[in-house]
């Protein structure tokens, strides 16, 4: 692949009447010359004063701005291998300009490098997502385009239909339409010293307002994945639409793919009343508001809800429900919606602790409030002198069942939060759902009235049924009203489980050594589990549920709704890395409950369990109910799951226990000099140091700054006496 095709810099490209141009650009993004690929609709020239829309298309694996694939699907852009299905043909017969951006990503100077867009896995500081508002501003400026949203969209091949999505999630305000040729649907991407893994089928929300489209390929090695995405995406994502074509993979399609984006320019979506955002950056600006945190772990920074009148906010490891973050600190700036230099009444409800505080903020000299949050999970309610209640949906519960088990009737009971200035009166729920085949045989519910910072669950449950048995995810709108006045409309979304047997012979590992397939068809020995190892889960144990199919034991993603489980919030869930045997990215999930220490012997634990059996590209989805009954006494030890150094000397851990912790200390040791050993008391109790109480992070403040690399002892005891010990080698601040 190489220098060659280097040659064409503002030279067009004569295969159409399209002009073609291969162009360059300094970014200060990158620091760094850019490469594009330009196609001018053929009277552009002859036509000053006419402006176009713009369609951004991202390429995939192996190749460039101007460099087909070398495994020899390209030809998108003029050649014949679509049978002049292509970019140019398409632009010569529309009147809409069309730019390739250059993924070229080499961690070294002029390396020859097939892997564009820094993604999966992260290997330098080029964030090319941050990299395209720049690229707009460019193109805005130097051609005539039609410089807003409604006239700007994205679309992609494999990877950069990855990007496409991805970069569309991130910037709704920038973009109208996004489509996506077979993107693969998972990466590793974010920050490169701490990134996350994103899955598309989890940011559904982020897609409010924009159109999106996914083309399939009935023989492309990553249709299985999109199959999945789709379960979720055709049932949550309002303006989605796909396609399946007989194809392996590529582009398929072309004129139809870019014509849906002609459309969506000439039936463009408004900005939402009410949005979503969901960022793995944690720094970050969508629909004017500016998000900025001291987050340094793989997380994700999520904003629901959102108006004039408040939002929720949360900091998370995962989607959709990993651990949340209480320790992040985040400043929220608004967008300029707000009376300039006036009180505002911020209502700020910790949902998890329950806790109300109230307080008076000014607004800035542009209309903007800033609101100071940590990363648990808060519902924020902003009022003006006016006084009147502002009503939300606060949670729901699943009644008479472990979970919503679709094809069944399922009754919710809702909790509901005033976060206004005034008591809400002869308040009325009304619930819906915009998704086909959902029958709601109860849809309403009362309660009498709720004080401000009040959450209180509604009178009656909502009842309804999700007529699918193999639906996976319904959508569902809550319609508040109070004094028959006002009027608010939260919409939420119901995890469905289907109705499946029973799984016999789990085995349970819990500080033991099993042979487990991993890697989709390979296996390995691994320690698995914290606990006594004797393969019975006793109170105070973290362990795997697995379960032997086809010869191997298989590792299992479980869901629970039972209190005795993961009790302080720490949901514990890793990846098991497929891309080494189906190429395409994705990994099986698999979890590692914590068992209360509070929790009785004889009590029954009810898990769906999944697993994936290996059969690519269309692998299995095993799915069943397990049963473990808890036995014993709490023996197991509190163990610390990481460990780092943070500015200020701040020394934090978080452990995994199934209890309360009574003694909790660190030692460290210079690496080069053991005999100047450092000895802290940690707490979690948020004082001298530590960030947030109750998050099972504990913390301390070293004495003096510390040079050199550093070892890392940490001993803790528990309330039963088990004590448990824990090493890791750090690395002072100023070295990372």
């Known amino acids: 692949m190489g220098l060659g095709f280097f040659f064409l810099w503002a030279c067009p490209v004569l295969e159409s009447e399209t002009k073609i141009l291969d162009l360059k650009h300094g970014s200060r993004v990158f620091g760094e010359d850019r490469n594009y690929r330009i ?82 896995p992260v290997e330098t500081d080029r964030q090319f997502p941050f990299y395209f508002p720049e690229l707009v501003q460019f193109i805005d400026s130097n051609y005539r385009t039609i410089a807003d949203r409604d006239h700007r969209g994205i679309s992609g091949l494999s990877m950069g239909g990855f990007m496409s999505f991805w970069v569309g999630g991130k910037y709704p305000h920038l973009v109208g339409s996004v489509s996506n040729f077979m993107g693969s649907p998972e990466f590793v991407v974010g920050p490169k010293e701490f990134p996350a893994e994103y899955l598309h089928t989890d940011m559904y929300r982020n897609y409010e307002g924009i159109r999106t489209r996914l083309v399939l390929g009935s023989r492309d090695f990553i249709r299985w994945y999109h199959w999945q995405m789709n379960k979720v995406w055709d049932y949550t994502c309002s303006h989605y639409e796909h396609e399946t074509f007989d194809w392996d993979h590529g582009t398929p399609g072309m004129a139809k793919q870019l014509s849906f984006h002609m459309n969506a320019f000439a039936h463009p979506l408004p900005m939402p009343g009410m949005w979503h955002h969901i960022d793995v950056y944690p720094t970050f600006e969508v629909w004017g508001y500016s998000v900025a945190s001291d987050r340094r772990r793989p997380g994700f920074t999520i904003l629901e809800d959102v108006t004039a009148s408040g939002f929720r906010s949360s900091v998370q490891e995962w989607m959709p429900d990993g651990q949340r973050m209480p320790s992040v600190h985040l400043n929220i ?35 903007r409030l800033h609101i100071n949050l940590d990363g648990d999970l808060h519902e924020v309610g902003i009022s003006g002198s006016e006084m009147r209640p502002i009503l939300t949906l606060a949670g729901f519960t699943i009644q008479d069942g472990h979970w919503a088990m679709a094809g069944k009737e399922l009754s919710v009971k809702v909790d509901l939060l005033n976060k206004g200035r005034a008591i809400a009166k002869q308040i009325v729920a009304t619930l819906s759902s915009p998704n086909p085949g959902v029958t709601i045989r109860v849809s309403q519910t009362r309660l009498e009235q709720l004080a401000p910072g009040q959450i209180l669950p509604s009178r009656s449950p909502l009842v309804l049924q999700v007529q699918d048995a193999a639906r996976e995810m319904v959508k569902l709108e809550l319609t508040l009203r109070c004094d028959g006045t006002d009027t608010w409309r939260i919409p939420f979304e119901i995890r469905l489980f289907p109705d499946v047997p029973s799984l016999e012979s789990p085995q349970i590992a819990d500080g033991r050594k099993f042979r487990v397939q991993v890697g989709g068809n390979q296996t390995e020995e691994k320690h698995l589990g914290i606990g006594n190892g004797d393969g019975k889960v006793n109170p105070g144990e973290s362990f795997l549920v697995l379960l032997k199919d086809q010869g191997e034991f298989h590792l299992t993603s479980l869901y629970t709704a039972d209190p005795y489980v993961s009790p302080v919030g720490l949901n514990l869930r890793y990846s098991d890395y497929w891309g080494s045997y189906d190429h395409v990215g994705g990994s099986a999930k698999y979890s590692m409950p914590i068992m209360s220490s509070g929790c009785p012997p004889g009590h029954e634990i009810v898990f769906f369990a999944e697993y994936w059996l290996p059969n690519a590209p269309e692998h299995i989805i095993k799915r069943g109910i397990v049963k473990v009954r808890v036995q014993g006494e709490d023996r197991t030890g509190p163990s610390v799951r990481w460990a780092e150094l943070s500015a200020g000397n701040l020394l934090e851990t978080q452990i995994i226990e199934g209890g309360a912790v009574k003694i909790f200390k660190a030692r460290l040791n210079r690496v080069n000099n053991l005999a100047l050993p450092i000895e802290i008391l940690l707490n979690d109790n948020g004082m001298n140091g530590d960030k947030a109480a109750g998050d099972r992070i504990y913390s301390g403040s070293l004495p003096d700054a510390i040079e050199g690399a550093l070892h890392l002892v940490v001993d803790a005891v528990d309330e039963f006496g088990n004590q448990g010990s824990s090493t890791f080698d750090l690395q002072p601040v100023s070295a990372r």
């Open 39 to 120: 196609f001018l609709p053929p009277r552009y020239e002859a036509t000053p004063e006419k402006r176009y829309p713009v369609i951004y298309f991202f390429h995939g694996w192996g190749e460039r701005y101007n460099v087909p694939t070398r495994e020899g699907a390209g030809g998108y852009d003029s050649a014949d291998d679509y049978h002049g299905d292509n970019i140019a043909r398409f632009v010569e017969q529309n009147e809409v300009i069309v730019v390739k951006w250059d993924g070229y990503n080499p961690p070294t100077p002029g390396g020859i490098y097939p892997r564009p867009y820094n993604i999966g």
């Open 333 to 367: 700036t608004t967008d300029r919606m707000y009376a300039k230099k006036a009180a505002y009444r911020i209502v700020d409800v910790n949902l998890r602790t329950r806790e109300s505080l109230v307080h008076e903020l000014k607004s800035d000299e542009e209309g």
